[in-house]
């Protein structure tokens, strides 16, 4: 098997808060390879975003990794320089918003950011950049990607900047692209467009792409390999059809059993699993799901439980389930 492109070893990461700390990460270890699309699923507040940050070595000023390694080609990307971090991202490494004005500045248009963002490639002359830019725009599937050039951000619609930045992301030939909730503002039709692109793009350019949604849909049609993470736990990993038809950790079971997707049209209502994510400014001794776990016992309660390896790319934290 391919080494990984991009891997997180025992990361632990805090943001400082008024009167203390968030344990927001917590010895998460995962890793993506060329061509694999990983996907990272869980509740609101579970900490996907923080790990998708920390991917990229954008987390905020009050973030603070207490140990662990993040690793990209075999590089701990974390003991680089400051300037060698930053030449990383756009070089190496891309990331994706769930909203694209993120990655847009209002006051110039399509076209010249997507000009700028190849400032990377030294080579190029200006004009070979604006032709990339083109004809990766039309790749993206804008139908008349001269005119879209030509363009400011808020001129386009929703669907049509997810895809420009898109566009912006893949013209630095990344060898990791992290998406973040990338189709979470788009209605359901575009977001299926997005989740197809998404599919044929890593089938053309064979990056590794990281991608953070809520939406278990998405992980299904798009994703390789899941982590579910549960408070700042990465709590099963597993390849997509295993995590969906046989779902080992009693979190993804109750995550699977309260997909909207699945069971709304059924019951005309959202459902939720009972409880609510532990105080993560002080996390639990045991297990982290144990007051929301249908199977818990005193064990689960008292002592942390134990990484149990269940086959090959598939693991789960837990006392109760079975190797
Ligand atoms: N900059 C910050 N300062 C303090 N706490 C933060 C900060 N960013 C996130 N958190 C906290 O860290 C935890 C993980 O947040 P994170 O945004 O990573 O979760 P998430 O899984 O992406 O959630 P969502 O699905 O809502 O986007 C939460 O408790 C959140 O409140
Ligand atoms: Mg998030």
Request: glycine share 8%.
């Amino acid at each position: 098997m391919s080494e990984p492109v991009l891997s997180v070893e025992n990361l632990s990461l805090r943001y400082r808060v008024p009167g203390g700390a968030i344990a927001a990460l917590r010895n998460v270890s995962i890793a993506v390879r060329q061509g694999e699309v990983l996907g990272i699923a869980g509740e609101s507040g579970c900490g996907k975003s923080t790990l998708a940050a920390a991917m990229i070595d954008l987390v905020g000023t009050n973030a603070e990794v207490t140990s662990g390694v993040v690793r990209l080609n075999g590089r701990d990307i974390l003991a680089l320089s400051p300037v060698d971090r930053r030449r990383l991202r756009g070089r190496e490494i891309a990331m994706v918003f769930q909203d694209p004005m993120t990655a847009f500045s209002p006051v110039l248009t399509v076209g010249a950011q997507l000009v700028d963002f190849q400032f990377n490639l030294d080579g190029l002359a200006g004009r070979e950049k604006w032709r990339r830019a083109r004809d990766m725009l039309a790749r993206v599937g804008l139908s008349d990607p001269d005119h879209a050039m030509g363009r400011f951000p808020h001129e386009l619609s929703g669907g049509m900047r997810q895809r420009a930045a898109i566009a912006a992301a893949l013209l630095m030939r990344p060898s990791v692209l992290i998406a973040d909730e990338p189709t979470t503002a788009l209605d359901v039709t575009m977001e299926a467009q997005i989740v197809h692109l998404l599919r044929q793009l890593q089938a053309d350019y064979r990056c590794a792409i990281v991608i953070v949604t809520h939406h278990l849909g998405v992980i299904a049609e798009l994703c390789d390999r899941v982590a579910v993470m549960y408070a700042g736990e990465v709590v099963e990993e597993a390849p997509v059809d295993a995590l969906f038809h046989d779902p080992r950790h009693p979190y993804t079971r109750a995550l699977l059993a309260c997909d909207p997707a699945r069971i709304e049209a059924a019951t005309g209502r959202l459902p939720a699993i009972g409880g609510r994510l532990p105080d993560l400014s002080s996390p639990p001794t045991g297990c982290s799901f144990a007051d929301r776990c249908g199977i818990a016992t005193d064990r689960c309660r008292a002592a942390p439980p134990p990484r149990v390896g269940l086959g090959p790319d598939r693991n789960a934290l837990c006392h109760e389930v079975a190797p």
